[in-house]
């Protein structure tokens, strides 16, 4: 709990930076103007070195072991699952479903998949779940409870997508959020595995296996 609370102080102002951040990348009124996938490689740097900065065991929170892998790689398949079907519901009920999810397949533009993989899979993915789960979720729930911890990460990951004005963006946020915090929520020892299955997740929906 001393721990928790004494990491609590920098959660505010990283939280802030990663709002301003994700509003550049994904206001109308800013994104246009910036390189998107510049900024979002700079931003998850900048989100990995605030949670080391501010909680330097970060990275040293949970213990890598082999069984993340699989379990990481099931939960990225579920979580496409799960997107999948959401989609098609989605695209029967809602007129203006499909085309906000393939403005959000637009993001990637005319850049090599070979590249978008790798940025996704070992830079994207692992910064935000190091960030939201390792160091917000984690220093959250040790300075009030779990539960709140979970329910106010969930809220400001969900949150720092609004600006995009992009519905199926911010409900992809708080469907993959909510699943990953209530797994890290029930399970804080296998933040490696959220880790694995936010890279293989991103890597899978958005180049590898479309939808």
Same mark, same amino acid.
């Given at each position: ?7 609590g102080?920098? *959660?505010p102002?990283? @939280?802030?930076? !990663? &709002?301003?951040l994700?509003?550049? $990348? ?5 994104? =246009?103007? +910036? ?24 990275w ?16 990225a398949? *579920?979580l496409?699952? @799960?997107?999948? !079907? &959401?989609?098609?519901?989605?695209? $029967?009920?809602?007129g203006?479903?499909? =085309?906000? +999810? ?16 790798a ?14 789960r ?17 329910a ?17 963006l911010?409900?992809?946020?708080f ?37």
């Open positions: 709990m001393a721990a928790g609370r004494k990491c102080a920098g *959660v102002a990283a @939280v802030i930076a !990663a &709002a301003v994700w509003t550049v $990348m994904f206001s109308p009124w800013t994104a =246009p103007h +910036v390189d998107f996938w510049l900024m979002m490689s700079c931003s998850a740097l900048v989100l990995v070195s605030l949670a080391t900065f501010f909680r330097p065991d970060t040293r929170s949970a213990r890598l072991k082999w069984t993340d892998f699989v379990l990481g790689a099931v939960i398949a *579920v496409w699952g @799960v997107f999948f !079907a &959401a989609d098609r519901i989605s695209s $029967m009920i809602f203006f479903a499909r =085309p906000q +999810v393939e403005m959000i397949y637009g993001i990637k533009g005319d850049t090599d998949p070979r590249l978008l993989s940025l996704l899979l070992l830079l994207v993915g692992p910064a935000e779940e190091l960030f939201w390792g160091y917000v979720q984690r220093t959250l729930s040790e300075k009030w409870n779990a539960d709140a911890g979970a106010v990460t969930l809220a400001a990951y969900t949150l720092i997508h609004v600006p995009s004005w992009n519905f199926m911010v409900g992809a946020a469907v993959a959020g909510l699943v990953w915090g209530l797994i890290y929520r029930l399970f804080p020892e296998r933040l490696w595995a959220l880790v694995i299955s936010h890279a293989v997740w991103d890597a899978a929906v958005f180049v590898w296996f479309p939808i």
